[in-house]
């Protein structure tokens, strides 16, 4: 049993999915489904891996637990096939990621930004790249690492090309940073550059960023609106408490801003906490501020 089932850490680990969530699933809708080793803990076999997978990725793209749990092998597998019809286009990206090439990968998403601009690339390509590159991962078409390549490459395009972008108004001014425990910054590079095309001044502190340390580089650079990324993978009940806090000891007049699948889970944000559901929102929401500072 230990070399084909796999303890509810590592299936965690494996597909993204909380444990919590695993037995809550578990307990409501019968899936996914553990033998018990000798000791009474849980032992998932290797194959659920996939189907999880799939199930968290049409979760991530709208669909509700109670519909997708309870779909069958062949369903689940008919639901994945219609929400990759849109992504076929980036069929060739896929091919480009599984050559290996940096150099030449780096040349496309170049391509991409000056053929499409960088609104329309940060706004829509990006997220639809990200997307089915996710998805080749979730249906074992791309390793790990050819994942974690793509991501690295889309991250220095992007640093590169925001560094050209003309200084601009430069206000209102935004801190990005994530909190302790999320890795991931590419969410904060788009989001960066979709503010820079809007004119505002960006101050970028990276990764899990303790929450002491937000709050005093918000004073240090006399920050107007903090803004987390939250990537799919981070636990949702995490985000709660963590944006809960740091609401809390940010100055009242500091907005919180948060984006990122993790984040747009969040059915109740605690008060005073603004969810990004797209980027698109986000001339509106500097709109809005400008407004409310021009009436007061």
């Known amino acids: 049993m230990e070399k084909t089932h796999l303890s509810i850490a590592a299936l965690a680990l494996e597909t993204g999915i909380a444990k919590d969530t695993l037995r809550m699933w578990e307990r409501r809708y019968g899936f996914p489904q553990p033998v018990r080793s000798p000791r009474g803990e849980r032992r ?18 709208g669909m509700r637990p109670g519909q997708v749990l309870t779909l069958s092998g062949d369903e689940l597998e008919q639901a994945a096939a219609r929400q990759l019809v849109h992504a076929d286009a980036e069929w060739a990206l896929i091919a ?11 040349q496309e998403l170049r391509a991409r930004v000056l053929r499409e601009g960088l609104r329309q690339f940060v706004c829509n390509t990006a997220a639809a790249m990200l997307e089915r590159v996710g998805d080749g991962w979730a249906r074992g078409e791309l390793e790990v690492f050819e994942e974690h390549h793509f991501s690295a490459q889309l991250d220095t395009v992007l640093r590169e090309t925001v560094s050209q972008l003309p200084a601009g108004a430069q206000t209102p001014r935004v801190l ?17 550059a979709r503010l820079r095309l809007e004119g505002a001044a960006c101050v970028l502190l990276g990764a899990q960023t303790p929450q002491s340390q937000i709050v005093a580089a918000a004073r240090a650079f ?72 021009g009436s007061d």
């Open 96 to 106: 480009l990621i599984k050559r290996h090439d940096d150099t030449g990968l780096r």
């Open 176 to 192: 990005l940073t994530t909190l302790t425990g999320e890795p991931h910054t590419l969410g904060l590079m788009l989001a960066m």
């Open 44 to 61: 998932y076999p290797a194959q659920q891996v996939t189907r999880l997978r799939q199930m968290r990725r049409l979760l991530d793209q």
């Open 222 to 293: 006399e920050t107007d609106i903090v803004a987390l990324s939250f990537s799919e993978y981070f636990d949702p009940g995490a985000v709660r408490i963590g944006v809960r806090q740091l609401r809390l000891d940010l100055p009242a007049d500091v907005e919180l801003w948060c984006g990122g699948r993790a984040a747009q889970r969040l059915k109740r944000p605690p008060p005073g906490v603004t969810i990004l559901a797209n980027l698109e929102q986000v001339p509106d929401l500097l709109s809005a501020r400008l407004h409310a500072a």
